[in-house]
């Protein structure tokens, strides 16, 4: 049992086996899967956890009520890692009313079949008062799902965030943000945001507005720490990331079969290097993670793209990060490319016209040379690297 407040109690657990989070994004850290009680009059559960976690979770929820059953349980977001503990919680506590908007209703009933009538359809401001407690219901849709709600705690100034404000990484002993050193939590925040929200920008800035009217003393997301003394740097972290701000920066992305184009990559760092550029981040898109390349672009300003023809298409590793790039909103980006090929000019070709959706500045020509590398190429790319560091 961990006290955030002497009435509202963290009993989330903590996944450490879990290699990929939606099977997609590796978890170096783990995660966790955060959900809290709010002891008044009335008791409110709010978001659950993974149902792999259900024994221990049910362990958790006793040690706090011991035989008393939940009132409520608050569903900020039906996604299975927050909802998937629900058909077995009913079979635990039959008494509790579930709670969530109308789309969360159906999706409940689509995924676990448990809403019943006497459950309660929120819409948007509501309240439930609890006793002193009193719980105000926010819909922010599409952060990231169309059903997604945050709640607010108006007597202790709590907003209990569903996933908004959430980072990758298990909680080491302690969860709230005063008691730890939040230094990796805030990277794999940015982590996090890259890969499970940056399509969503213009929804995050508009739960952004919508939330901002309310004081906020403590913010509870369903991953990672309480922010408590660090709630104002979290929401800066999603603000940041949102609008599309970066540090200068280059980030370098580059496939290659044979070295060629790894050694044009080279060059564009020595070039902008050589112009005074400090922070260049280098990545072969076959061997880094992609959500680690994500987070570099969203960090910083600039990106140079590079690869080689591929059975007449772009190298195939470069083509999924431009899907990725297309299928996310990446904000205020400078972008340079380079490309080789030995008897079809495709490359350049085809990260040109990706970039048409991904919708990035264009700094200089692009460097495209024909089967070997010589020095003039590799000087073009040192001119590259040059303006992409202005």
């Given amino acids: 049992m961990m006290k955030i407040t002497e009435q509202v109690v963290y009993v989330g657990v903590n996944d450490r086996t879990k290699h990929l989070f939606e099977n997609l ?58 909802s998937g503990a629900l058909a077995l919680l009913r079979t635990h506590f039959p008494e509790a009313k579930l709670v969530g908007n109308k789309k969360t209703a159906e999706m409940i009933t689509g995924f676990y079949g448990v809403w019943r009538e006497d459950d309660l359809i929120v819409a948007d401001g509501d309240e439930l008062q609890l006793g002193t407690h009193c719980l105000n219901f926010r819909i922010v849709p599409m952060v990231h799902w169309p059903e997604t709600m945050v709640t607010y705690e108006s007597t202790e100034r709590i907003l209990f965030s569903g996933d908004v404000f959430g980072c990758y990484g298990a909680l080491n002993g302690a969860v709230m943000d005063k008691d730890m050193d939040t230094a990796l939590y805030f990277k794999e925040m940015e982590r996090y945001y890259s890969t499970i929200l940056g399509k969503y920008a213009a929804p995050v800035e508009q739960a952004l507005k919508k939330l901002s009217g309310l004081p906020i003393d403590i913010i509870c997301s369903t991953h990672g720490p309480v922010w408590t003394e660090q709630a104002d740097k979290a929401v800066g972290v999603y603000r940041r990331m949102a609008a599309g701000e970066a540090e200068h920066g280059l980030v370098v992305c580059y496939g290659s079969m044979y070295g060629h184009t790894r050694r044009v990559a080279e060059a564009v760092a020595e070039g902008a290097a050589a112009a005074g550029m400090k922070k260049i981040i280098m990545h072969d898109v076959s061997l880094s993670p992609l959500s680690d390349i994500l987070a570099d672009i969203y960090r910083y300003d600039t990106l140079a793209l590079g690869a080689p023809t591929y059975n007449g298409d772009v190298f195939p590793k470069m083509d999924d990060l431009l899907r990725r790039l297309a299928a996310r909103v990446v904000k205020n980006r400078r972008m340079g490319c380079f490309g080789g090929f030995t008897w079809a000019a495709q490359s350049v070709k085809k990260i040109m016209s990706a970039n048409e959706q991904i919708g990035m500045t264009l700094v200089g020509d692009p460097v495209e040379w024909k089967q070997g590398v010589g020095e003039d190429t590799l000087e073009k790319a040192r001119a590259l690297g040059k303006q992409l560091a202005g």
């Fill in 25 to 82: 994004w590796p978890l170096p850290y783990g995660v966790s899967y955060n959900s809290y009680l709010v002891v008044d009059e009335k008791v409110a559960l709010i978001d659950t956890v993974d149902a792999a976690f259900m024994p221990e979770y049910i362990e958790k929820i006793r040690s706090v009520l011991g035989e008393r059953q939940p009132d409520y349980v608050i569903i900020n977001h039906v996604e299975p890692d927050h």
